[in-house]
């Protein structure tokens, strides 16, 4: 291809903000068309890093989620609107950006990135940033990055704090930067740090990390700019304090350090401590459960019995089954409201911190009479009354 008709005249026209800067110009420009990124998560920082990653004219971009779009997205990701609430978003968000940049050709990947896809799938992208809030698929994505020499731009993101690096960069010497082992060795204890789900977020940080990811991800890319290769950026936005920090390789790395002993994808889920299915049927198996057709049974009936709600005041204002609000981190202060003498159904949004609820009561105060609602709240909502909003 001739280099005057690498572009067409709309794209020049389009791009030519980037074409008059020296650093940049006509060759950075290229070198984003014949790209491919691979992004991993629609969510909040999904959104931005997708928005200008399009708007920027990266050639090829993959999309990878297998979540759907809810109101409570809504706050934060910034690239679905309440039209697009039920939609998968890796198709919302494809069809919002082609009609931001028709000239790029976008891959969706309607599913959950796992040890026995991502070796397929990342193989076919130059480059890997990653929008999810899990440790189980920030290792999964740096061990493929490793295994396949594929750079991954990070970053993440907690209530009033983001952080962002470049892992895995490979220089033109062969040689390349530290990944998120080197940092990470060993993930945190399950349930030390919570999701943004579970510990929230400001709706504006993920613009702002999502935004800076998309950055780095073009200067990899483009080959302008020092990327942050090494060094860990920090923001705190309530004090609107920036730092970076530096980290190097650690020999001790198991899957790039001198002694290797990683050499395939493994199980993250169990890797991560987070519980298998069949610990999980265990668990329960010592918690009594009552189905949305059992409790709707229940209150037709008239039958005497006690329903608790055990999540936060703001969930409940949001959808409520009429029940008693006592939140979780409240439950065993408050157990003398709590009723000994006849059924009582607990409630949450999903089941799992009404479970945690009735084993802590059990253990302390030796209740027998506790019954927890299956699938909560949302099981509730989608079999008896889809009036409910789902939180």
Same mark, same amino acid.
């Given at each position: 291809?001739?280099?005057?008709?690498?572009?067409?005249?709309?794209?020049?026209?389009?791009?030519?903000?980037?074409?008059?800067?020296?650093e940049?110009?006509?060759?950075?420009?290229?070198?984003?068309?014949?790209?491919?990124?691979?992004?991993?998560?629609t969510?909040?920082l999904?959104?931005?890093?997708?928005?200008?990653?399009?708007?920027a004219?990266?050639?090829?971009?993959?999309?990878?989620?297998?979540?759907?779009?809810?109101?409570?997205?809504?706050?934060?990701?910034?690239?679905?609107?309440?039209?697009?609430?039920?939609?998968?978003k890796t198709?919302?968000?494809?069809?919002?950006?082609?009609?931001?940049?028709?000239?790029?050709?976008?891959?969706?990947?309607?599913?959950?990135?796992?040890?026995?896809?991502?070796?397929?799938?990342?193989?076919e992208?130059d480059?890997?940033?990653?929008?999810?809030?899990?440790?189980?698929?920030?290792?999964?994505?740096?061990?493929a990055?490793?295994?396949?020499?594929?750079?991954?731009?990070?970053?993440?993101?907690?209530?009033?704090?983001?952080?962002?690096?470049?892992?895995?960069?490979?220089?033109?010497?062969g040689?390349?930067?530290?990944? +998120? %082992?080197?940092?990470?060795?060993e993930p945190?204890?399950?349930? @030390?740090?919570p999701?943004?789900? #579970?510990? /929230?977020? !400001?709706?504006?940080?993920?613009?702002?990390?999502?935004?800076?990811?998309?950055?780095?991800?073009?200067?990899?890319?483009?080959g302008?700019?020092?990327?942050?290769?090494?060094?860990?950026?920090?923001?705190?936005?309530?004090?609107?304090?920036?730092?970076?920090f530096?980290?190097?390789?650690?020999?001790?790395?198991?899957?790039?350090?001198?002694?290797?002993?990683?050499?395939?994808?493994?199980?993250?889920?169990?890797?991560?401590?987070?519980?298998?299915?069949?610990?999980?049927?265990?668990?329960?198996?010592?918690?009594?459960?009552?189905?949305?057709?059992?409790?709707?049974?229940?209150?037709?009936?008239?039958?005497?019995?006690?329903?608790?709600?055990?999540?936060?005041?703001?969930? +409940? %204002?949001?959808?409520?089954?009429?029940?008693?609000?006592?939140? @979780?981190?409240?439950?065993?202060? #408050?157990? /003398?409201? !709590?009723?000994k003498?006849?059924?009582?159904?607990?409630?949450?949004r999903?089941?799992?911190?009404?479970?945690?609820?009735?084993?802590a009561?059990?253990?302390?105060?030796?209740?027998?009479?506790?019954?927890?609602?299956k699938?909560?709240?949302?099981?509730?909502?989608?079999?008896?009354?889809d009036?409910?909003?789902?939180?």
């Open positions: 291809m001739k280099k005057d008709d690498f572009f067409s005249k709309e794209e020049l026209e389009r791009y030519s903000r980037h074409l008059i800067i020296p940049f110009n006509i060759d950075g420009q290229k070198k984003l068309k014949s790209a491919k990124v691979l992004v991993v998560g969510g909040g999904g959104a931005p890093l997708l928005q200008y990653l399009t708007a004219g990266v050639g090829t971009i993959g999309v990878v989620d297998f979540d759907v779009v809810e109101d409570s997205n809504l706050q934060r990701q910034v690239l679905f609107s309440t039209d697009d609430v039920g939609k998968p198709e919302a968000a494809v069809e919002r950006m082609k009609g931001l940049n028709p000239h790029i050709e976008f891959k969706i990947y309607n599913t959950q990135l796992n040890s026995s896809n991502a070796l397929d799938i990342i193989k992208y480059i890997v940033a990653d929008g999810t809030d899990n440790f189980p698929t920030r290792y999964l994505v740096n061990d990055c490793v295994l396949l020499n594929k750079p991954y731009v990070y970053a993440s993101i907690f209530r009033f704090d983001g952080q962002l690096t470049v892992f895995n960069y490979q220089y033109e010497d040689t390349t930067g530290p990944n +998120y %082992r080197d940092l990470y060795s945190p204890p399950p349930g @030390l740090v999701s943004c789900a #579970e510990g /929230g977020v !400001i709706g504006v940080l993920p613009g702002i990390l999502g935004s800076l990811q998309a950055n780095e991800v073009i200067k990899v890319l483009s302008v700019g020092d990327p942050l290769i090494g060094r860990m950026f920090s923001f705190d936005t309530l004090g609107f304090e920036t730092r970076i530096k980290f190097k390789k650690d020999p001790k790395n198991p899957i790039s350090g001198e002694n290797p002993t990683i050499h395939e994808l493994i199980d993250y889920e169990h890797f991560c401590g987070i519980p298998q299915q069949e610990e999980e049927d265990a668990k329960q198996e010592s918690v009594k459960e009552l189905s949305a057709k059992e409790l709707k049974e229940l209150k037709e009936n008239g039958e005497d019995f006690q329903l608790i709600d055990v999540r936060e005041e703001f969930e +409940y %204002r949001i959808s409520n089954l009429g029940g008693e609000l006592i939140p @979780l981190n409240n439950v065993l202060d #408050e157990a /003398g409201k !709590i009723a003498d006849k059924k009582v159904v607990v409630h949450c999903t089941g799992a911190r009404s479970g945690d609820a009735i084993r009561l059990k253990e302390k105060f030796g209740y027998d009479n506790l019954y927890n609602l699938g909560g709240i949302l099981e509730y909502a989608d079999e008896i009354d009036s409910l909003a789902k939180y």
